[in-house]
Protein backbone atom coordinates (compact mmCIF):
# COMPACT_ATOMS: atom_id res chain seq x y z
CA UNK A 1 0.00 0.00 0.00
CA UNK A 2 1.14 3.21 -1.30
CA UNK A 3 1.46 6.31 1.37
CA UNK A 4 -1.09 7.90 -0.34
CA UNK A 5 -3.39 5.42 -0.14
CA UNK A 6 -2.58 4.76 4.09
CA UNK A 7 -3.51 8.09 4.98
CA UNK A 8 -6.56 7.47 3.75
CA UNK A 9 -7.28 3.98 5.30
CA UNK A 10 -5.15 4.73 8.63
CA UNK A 11 -4.54 2.16 10.94
CA UNK A 12 -7.67 1.16 12.68
CA UNK A 13 -7.21 1.13 16.73
CA UNK A 14 -10.40 -1.23 18.38
CA UNK A 15 -10.99 -1.07 21.83
CA UNK A 16 -10.87 -4.81 23.37
CA UNK A 17 -14.56 -5.38 24.34
CA UNK A 18 -13.77 -5.38 27.87
CA UNK A 19 -12.51 -2.20 27.76
CA UNK A 20 -14.63 1.08 27.39
CA UNK A 21 -14.04 5.22 27.71
CA UNK A 22 -15.45 7.06 30.05
CA UNK A 23 -16.65 9.74 28.10
CA UNK A 24 -18.84 8.32 24.92
CA UNK A 25 -15.87 9.21 21.70
CA UNK A 26 -17.11 11.70 18.95
CA UNK A 27 -18.43 10.13 16.38
CA UNK A 28 -17.16 12.56 13.90
CA UNK A 29 -17.84 10.51 10.71
CA UNK A 30 -20.75 11.34 7.79
CA UNK A 31 -21.20 7.76 6.94
CA UNK A 32 -21.07 4.58 8.02
CA UNK A 33 -20.79 0.73 6.97
CA UNK A 34 -21.62 -1.94 7.51
CA UNK A 35 -19.34 -5.28 6.70
CA UNK A 36 -22.02 -6.86 3.68
CA UNK A 37 -23.89 -5.43 0.97
CA UNK A 38 -26.74 -7.93 2.53
CA UNK A 39 -26.42 -6.01 5.69
CA UNK A 40 -26.18 -2.91 4.39
CA UNK A 41 -29.91 -3.21 1.83
CA UNK A 42 -31.43 -4.90 5.78
CA UNK A 43 -30.69 -1.56 7.20
CA UNK A 44 -32.10 -0.24 4.12
CA UNK A 45 -35.25 -1.60 4.48
CA UNK A 46 -35.41 -0.63 8.23
CA UNK A 47 -35.11 -4.12 8.92
CA UNK A 48 -31.93 -3.84 11.73
CA UNK A 49 -30.65 -0.90 13.72
CA UNK A 50 -27.43 0.70 12.96
CA UNK A 51 -26.26 4.06 11.15
CA UNK A 52 -25.84 4.91 7.85
CA UNK A 53 -25.22 8.43 6.99
CA UNK A 54 -24.96 11.35 9.45
CA UNK A 55 -27.75 13.50 8.77
CA UNK A 56 -30.37 11.35 9.52
CA UNK A 57 -28.60 10.03 12.37
CA UNK A 58 -25.46 9.69 14.27
CA UNK A 59 -24.62 7.89 17.38
CA UNK A 60 -23.11 11.18 19.15
CA UNK A 61 -26.07 12.88 18.17
CA UNK A 62 -28.46 10.32 19.27
CA UNK A 63 -26.64 9.57 22.88
CA UNK A 64 -27.96 13.43 23.09
CA UNK A 65 -31.32 12.87 22.19
CA UNK A 66 -31.86 10.04 24.40
CA UNK A 67 -30.75 11.98 27.27
CA UNK A 68 -33.04 15.33 26.60
CA UNK A 69 -35.92 12.95 25.94
CA UNK A 70 -35.10 11.70 29.41
CA UNK A 71 -34.67 14.62 31.39
CA UNK A 72 -37.71 15.98 29.56
CA UNK A 73 -39.22 12.61 30.54
CA UNK A 74 -40.85 11.85 26.99
CA UNK A 75 -40.10 9.31 24.67
CA UNK A 76 -37.93 10.59 21.75
CA UNK A 77 -36.96 13.79 20.57
CA UNK A 78 -35.05 14.89 17.02
CA UNK A 79 -31.69 17.07 17.75
CA UNK A 80 -31.33 20.73 15.00
CA UNK A 81 -28.06 22.77 13.98
CA UNK A 82 -29.96 25.54 16.22
CA UNK A 83 -33.15 26.25 18.50
CA UNK A 84 -35.02 28.15 15.40
CA UNK A 85 -33.76 25.06 13.29
CA UNK A 86 -35.85 22.99 15.53
CA UNK A 87 -38.71 25.76 15.38
CA UNK A 88 -39.25 25.95 11.82
CA UNK A 89 -38.61 21.81 10.77
CA UNK A 90 -41.29 21.00 13.83
CA UNK A 91 -43.38 24.10 12.03
CA UNK A 92 -43.33 22.53 8.58
CA UNK A 93 -42.77 18.96 9.51
CA UNK A 94 -46.58 19.32 11.18
CA UNK A 95 -48.09 21.83 9.37
CA UNK A 96 -49.79 21.82 5.39
CA UNK A 97 -52.04 24.16 3.49
CA UNK A 98 -55.19 25.45 4.95
CA UNK A 99 -53.87 24.01 8.50
CA UNK A 100 -54.21 27.11 11.38
CA UNK A 101 -51.83 27.56 14.13
CA UNK A 102 -52.99 29.41 17.50
CA UNK A 103 -49.66 31.48 18.47
CA UNK A 104 -49.05 34.53 21.52
CA UNK A 105 -47.69 37.65 21.20
CA UNK A 106 -45.56 37.30 24.11
CA UNK A 107 -43.60 34.84 21.50
CA UNK A 108 -39.58 34.40 20.75
CA UNK A 109 -39.46 36.76 17.82
CA UNK A 110 -38.27 34.36 15.31
CA UNK A 111 -41.63 31.96 16.22
CA UNK A 112 -43.47 34.71 15.38
CA UNK A 113 -41.79 35.54 11.88
CA UNK A 114 -41.89 31.57 11.38
CA UNK A 115 -45.60 31.47 11.60
CA UNK A 116 -46.35 35.36 10.62
CA UNK A 117 -44.63 35.48 7.44
CA UNK A 118 -43.45 32.12 6.32
CA UNK A 119 -46.22 29.53 7.24
CA UNK A 120 -48.40 32.38 5.48
CA UNK A 121 -46.73 31.51 2.08
CA UNK A 122 -47.53 28.43 2.28
CA UNK A 123 -51.01 28.72 3.02
CA UNK A 124 -51.05 28.19 6.79
CA UNK A 125 -53.66 30.64 9.03
CA UNK A 126 -53.09 31.94 12.11
CA UNK A 127 -54.49 33.57 15.70
CA UNK A 128 -52.44 35.69 17.46
CA UNK A 129 -53.80 36.52 21.06
CA UNK A 130 -52.02 37.63 24.17
CA UNK A 131 -50.73 34.37 26.81
CA UNK A 132 -53.16 35.66 29.53
CA UNK A 133 -56.49 35.23 27.00
CA UNK A 134 -57.53 31.65 28.19
CA UNK A 135 -61.07 32.54 27.14
CA UNK A 136 -59.45 34.12 23.18
CA UNK A 137 -58.07 30.63 22.97
CA UNK A 138 -61.27 28.59 23.72
CA UNK A 139 -62.53 31.21 20.73
CA UNK A 140 -60.47 30.53 18.80
CA UNK A 141 -60.44 26.75 18.93
CA UNK A 142 -64.15 26.73 18.36
CA UNK A 143 -63.80 29.11 15.37
CA UNK A 144 -60.96 27.49 13.56
CA UNK A 145 -60.12 23.85 13.11
CA UNK A 146 -56.80 24.11 14.69
CA UNK A 147 -53.25 22.06 13.96
CA UNK A 148 -51.38 23.37 16.50
CA UNK A 149 -51.12 25.51 19.57
CA UNK A 150 -47.63 27.15 20.59
CA UNK A 151 -46.52 28.44 23.50
CA UNK A 152 -43.64 29.28 25.97
CA UNK A 153 -43.11 30.03 29.69
CA UNK A 154 -42.01 32.03 30.79
CA UNK A 155 -42.12 34.32 28.11
CA UNK A 156 -39.32 36.44 26.70
CA UNK A 157 -38.54 39.03 27.77
CA UNK A 158 -40.94 40.06 31.23
CA UNK A 159 -41.55 36.48 32.35
CA UNK A 160 -45.10 36.09 31.68
CA UNK A 161 -46.44 32.85 33.40
CA UNK A 162 -48.40 30.46 30.61
CA UNK A 163 -51.02 28.43 32.56
CA UNK A 164 -49.88 24.98 31.13
CA UNK A 165 -52.34 22.99 32.34
CA UNK A 166 -56.01 25.22 30.80
CA UNK A 167 -53.65 25.54 27.42
CA UNK A 168 -52.80 21.66 26.97
CA UNK A 169 -56.39 20.83 27.94
CA UNK A 170 -58.19 23.23 25.43
CA UNK A 171 -55.94 21.81 22.74
CA UNK A 172 -56.11 18.57 23.45
CA UNK A 173 -60.03 18.57 23.78
CA UNK A 174 -60.19 21.03 20.29
CA UNK A 175 -57.92 18.03 18.46
CA UNK A 176 -54.63 20.24 18.09
CA UNK A 177 -51.57 19.53 19.34
CA UNK A 178 -49.55 21.53 22.17
CA UNK A 179 -46.12 22.63 21.09
CA UNK A 180 -44.05 24.13 23.92
CA UNK A 181 -40.78 26.18 23.55
CA UNK A 182 -39.50 25.37 27.28
CA UNK A 183 -36.19 26.97 26.67
CA UNK A 184 -36.52 29.42 29.38
CA UNK A 185 -38.15 26.80 32.33
CA UNK A 186 -35.12 24.22 31.46
CA UNK A 187 -35.71 20.42 31.06
CA UNK A 188 -36.57 19.55 34.00
CA UNK A 189 -39.47 21.07 34.56
CA UNK A 190 -43.14 21.13 33.20
CA UNK A 191 -42.57 17.28 31.97
CA UNK A 192 -45.87 16.79 33.60
CA UNK A 193 -47.57 18.56 31.78
CA UNK A 194 -49.32 16.70 29.01
CA UNK A 195 -47.74 18.95 26.07
CA UNK A 196 -47.11 17.26 23.02
CA UNK A 197 -43.64 18.27 22.11
CA UNK A 198 -41.56 20.52 23.93
CA UNK A 199 -38.80 22.84 21.85
CA UNK A 200 -35.59 23.81 23.40
CA UNK A 201 -32.52 25.88 22.37
CA UNK A 202 -29.98 23.61 23.30
CA UNK A 203 -27.27 26.62 22.10
CA UNK A 204 -28.85 28.22 26.31
CA UNK A 205 -28.91 26.25 29.42
CA UNK A 206 -27.67 22.63 27.95
CA UNK A 207 -24.57 24.20 26.67
CA UNK A 208 -23.98 26.47 29.43
CA UNK A 209 -20.92 27.87 27.62
CA UNK A 210 -22.32 29.90 24.91
CA UNK A 211 -20.02 28.47 22.33
CA UNK A 212 -22.14 26.14 20.84
CA UNK A 213 -25.76 26.29 19.30
CA UNK A 214 -28.10 23.28 18.90
CA UNK A 215 -31.94 22.91 19.44
CA UNK A 216 -33.90 19.75 20.30
CA UNK A 217 -38.46 18.85 20.22
CA UNK A 218 -39.23 16.28 22.52
CA UNK A 219 -42.25 14.05 22.74
CA UNK A 220 -44.23 10.56 22.66
CA UNK A 221 -42.10 8.14 20.48
CA UNK A 222 -44.69 8.11 17.74
CA UNK A 223 -44.73 11.43 17.53
CA UNK A 224 -41.53 12.22 17.03
CA UNK A 225 -40.95 9.44 14.47
CA UNK A 226 -43.49 11.05 12.23
CA UNK A 227 -41.29 13.64 11.82
CA UNK A 228 -37.75 12.21 11.54
CA UNK A 229 -38.38 11.74 7.55
CA UNK A 230 -38.57 15.55 7.21
CA UNK A 231 -36.33 16.54 9.51
CA UNK A 232 -33.31 14.47 7.75
CA UNK A 233 -34.66 15.94 4.55
CA UNK A 234 -35.25 19.67 5.95
CA UNK A 235 -31.44 18.97 6.51
CA UNK A 236 -30.41 21.14 9.67
CA UNK A 237 -28.46 18.44 11.41
CA UNK A 238 -26.74 18.72 14.29
CA UNK A 239 -22.67 18.54 13.82
CA UNK A 240 -21.47 15.54 16.15
CA UNK A 241 -18.55 17.66 17.79
CA UNK A 242 -21.56 20.06 18.85
CA UNK A 243 -23.74 17.12 20.06
CA UNK A 244 -20.44 16.42 21.96
CA UNK A 245 -19.68 20.18 23.41
CA UNK A 246 -23.66 19.94 23.90
CA UNK A 247 -23.90 16.79 26.04
CA UNK A 248 -20.94 17.78 28.23
CA UNK A 249 -22.37 21.36 28.91
CA UNK A 250 -25.20 18.70 30.70
CA UNK A 251 -22.99 17.49 32.84
CA UNK A 252 -23.07 20.82 34.94
CA UNK A 253 -26.75 21.65 34.01
CA UNK A 254 -28.45 20.75 37.25
CA UNK A 255 -26.03 23.17 39.27
CA UNK A 256 -25.72 25.60 37.02
CA UNK A 257 -29.78 26.12 36.63
CA UNK A 258 -29.44 25.96 40.49
CA UNK A 259 -27.32 28.31 41.14
CA UNK A 260 -27.77 31.08 38.52
CA UNK A 261 -31.55 30.87 39.79
CA UNK A 262 -30.24 31.64 43.58
CA UNK A 263 -28.48 34.59 42.50
CA UNK A 264 -31.32 35.78 40.17
CA UNK A 265 -33.73 35.85 42.93
CA UNK A 266 -31.07 37.92 44.99
CA UNK A 267 -30.83 39.96 41.85
CA UNK A 268 -34.70 40.70 41.83
CA UNK A 269 -35.38 41.65 44.95
CA UNK A 270 -32.21 44.04 44.98
CA UNK A 271 -33.86 45.74 41.86
CA UNK A 272 -37.38 45.80 43.43
CA UNK A 273 -35.68 47.69 46.25
CA UNK A 274 -34.09 50.37 44.38
CA UNK A 275 -35.88 53.69 44.15
CA UNK A 276 -35.05 54.06 40.06
CA UNK A 277 -37.23 51.09 39.11
CA UNK A 278 -40.36 50.76 38.56
CA UNK A 279 -41.38 47.02 37.98
CA UNK A 280 -39.27 43.53 38.46
CA UNK A 281 -40.34 40.86 35.90
CA UNK A 282 -39.23 37.45 38.16
CA UNK A 283 -41.68 34.94 38.72
CA UNK A 284 -40.33 33.88 41.82
CA UNK A 285 -40.63 37.14 43.09
CA UNK A 286 -44.27 36.97 45.03
CA UNK A 287 -44.87 40.24 43.63
CA UNK A 288 -45.02 38.93 40.46
CA UNK A 289 -48.54 38.88 39.52
CA UNK A 290 -48.45 35.49 38.28
CA UNK A 291 -46.49 34.24 41.00
CA UNK A 292 -48.99 31.92 42.20
CA UNK A 293 -49.46 30.01 39.06
CA UNK A 294 -45.43 30.06 38.77
CA UNK A 295 -45.01 28.40 42.09
CA UNK A 296 -47.86 25.81 41.48
CA UNK A 297 -45.76 24.90 37.92
CA UNK A 298 -42.35 25.46 38.50
CA UNK A 299 -39.42 23.92 40.76
CA UNK A 300 -37.34 27.11 40.01
CA UNK A 301 -38.08 29.62 38.58
CA UNK A 302 -34.70 30.68 35.64
CA UNK A 303 -32.40 33.13 35.54
CA UNK A 304 -33.96 35.46 33.72
CA UNK A 305 -34.85 39.08 35.58
CA UNK A 306 -36.26 41.70 33.56
CA UNK A 307 -37.05 45.46 35.13
CA UNK A 308 -38.76 48.45 33.91
CA UNK A 309 -36.78 51.15 35.11
CA UNK A 310 -38.42 55.07 35.77
CA UNK A 311 -35.79 56.73 33.53
CA UNK A 312 -37.29 55.18 30.30
CA UNK A 313 -35.16 54.15 26.89
CA UNK A 314 -32.57 56.60 28.09
CA UNK A 315 -32.34 55.10 31.53
CA UNK A 316 -32.53 51.37 30.40
CA UNK A 317 -29.43 52.24 28.05
CA UNK A 318 -27.14 53.87 30.86
CA UNK A 319 -27.90 51.27 33.10
CA UNK A 320 -27.29 48.07 30.27
CA UNK A 321 -24.08 50.26 29.34
CA UNK A 322 -22.58 50.66 32.90
CA UNK A 323 -22.98 47.76 33.55
CA UNK A 324 -19.50 45.92 33.91
CA UNK A 325 -19.76 42.31 34.03
CA UNK A 326 -22.84 42.09 31.69
CA UNK A 327 -21.72 41.23 28.37
CA UNK A 328 -24.38 43.51 25.82
CA UNK A 329 -25.76 41.23 23.70
CA UNK A 330 -28.12 38.65 23.25
CA UNK A 331 -28.98 35.21 24.46
CA UNK A 332 -29.40 33.67 27.75
CA UNK A 333 -28.55 30.78 30.26
CA UNK A 334 -24.91 30.98 29.95
CA UNK A 335 -22.30 30.84 32.40
CA UNK A 336 -21.31 35.01 32.06
CA UNK A 337 -24.22 37.29 32.82
CA UNK A 338 -25.67 39.38 29.83
CA UNK A 339 -27.55 42.08 29.76
CA UNK A 340 -30.61 43.63 26.79
CA UNK A 341 -31.08 47.52 26.78
CA UNK A 342 -34.75 48.19 25.95
CA UNK A 343 -33.60 49.54 22.32
CA UNK A 344 -32.41 46.02 21.74
CA UNK A 345 -35.68 44.00 21.91
CA UNK A 346 -38.55 46.74 20.31
CA UNK A 347 -40.79 44.12 18.55
CA UNK A 348 -41.18 46.00 15.25
CA UNK A 349 -43.68 43.95 13.38
CA UNK A 350 -46.37 44.55 16.59
CA UNK A 351 -49.28 47.08 16.28
CA UNK A 352 -49.20 49.44 19.61
CA UNK A 353 -51.94 46.88 20.84
CA UNK A 354 -49.73 44.11 20.46
CA UNK A 355 -46.57 46.29 22.00
CA UNK A 356 -49.44 46.85 25.22
CA UNK A 357 -49.95 43.09 25.28
CA UNK A 358 -46.19 42.12 25.16
CA UNK A 359 -45.58 44.76 28.36
CA UNK A 360 -42.13 45.57 27.30
CA UNK A 361 -41.92 49.40 28.00
CA UNK A 362 -39.41 52.13 26.68
CA UNK A 363 -37.50 51.19 30.17
CA UNK A 364 -37.60 47.57 29.71
CA UNK A 365 -33.94 45.75 30.77
CA UNK A 366 -33.35 42.06 30.90
CA UNK A 367 -30.95 40.64 32.16
CA UNK A 368 -29.83 36.37 32.27
CA UNK A 369 -27.72 35.73 35.75
CA UNK A 370 -24.13 34.04 35.10
CA UNK A 371 -22.41 32.15 37.60
CA UNK A 372 -20.02 34.97 38.68
CA UNK A 373 -20.21 35.14 42.57
CA UNK A 374 -23.87 37.44 43.46
CA UNK A 375 -22.18 39.66 45.91
CA UNK A 376 -19.49 41.00 42.68
CA UNK A 377 -22.97 40.73 39.87
CA UNK A 378 -25.07 42.92 42.56
CA UNK A 379 -22.13 45.33 43.30
CA UNK A 380 -22.41 45.93 39.45
CA UNK A 381 -26.04 46.83 39.13
CA UNK A 382 -25.75 49.15 42.04
CA UNK A 383 -23.24 51.03 40.58
CA UNK A 384 -25.16 50.57 37.00
CA UNK A 385 -28.66 51.86 38.69
CA UNK A 386 -26.61 54.86 40.11
CA UNK A 387 -25.28 55.89 36.51
CA UNK A 388 -28.19 55.39 35.09
CA UNK A 389 -29.93 57.82 37.78
CA UNK A 390 -27.14 59.95 38.08
CA UNK A 391 -26.51 61.42 34.36
CA UNK A 392 -30.71 61.88 34.17
C1 LIG B 1 -32.80 31.51 21.94
C2 LIG B 1 -34.17 30.99 21.86
C3 LIG B 1 -34.58 30.25 20.73
C4 LIG B 1 -33.69 30.06 19.52
O1 LIG B 1 -32.56 29.36 19.76
P1 LIG B 1 -31.21 29.50 18.90
O2 LIG B 1 -30.43 28.35 19.38
O3 LIG B 1 -30.63 30.84 19.20
O4 LIG B 1 -31.59 29.39 17.44
C5 LIG B 1 -35.86 29.76 20.73
N1 LIG B 1 -36.71 29.97 21.76
C6 LIG B 1 -36.35 30.67 22.85
C7 LIG B 1 -37.33 30.84 23.94
C8 LIG B 1 -35.07 31.20 22.94
O5 LIG B 1 -34.72 31.91 24.02
Given at each position: MKNTTRVNHPPVVELPTDNHSVVAPIYQSVKFEFDSLDETEKFLRGERSGFFYTRASNPTTRQLELLVAELQGREDCLVTASGVGVISQTLLALTKQGDHVICFVETYNPTRYLIRRLLARFGVTHTMLSIEDIAGVEKALAAHKTRLVIFESP????TKIADIAALTRLAQSAGALSVMDNTFA??????????DLFLHS??????????VMGGAVIGRGDLIRSMRTDFGTLGGTLDPHAAFLILRGLKTYFVRYKAQCESAMRVAQQLAAH????KVHY????????HALAKAQMKDFGSIVSCDLKGGAEAGGRFAGA???????ASLGSTESLVVAPQMMR????TQDQLRISA???GTVRLSIGLEDVDDLMEDVTQALSAAAGAG
Open positions: TNPVGFHQHGEYEVLTKYASGAGDPAVAPGLPTHPQLKLFALTGRDLVTE
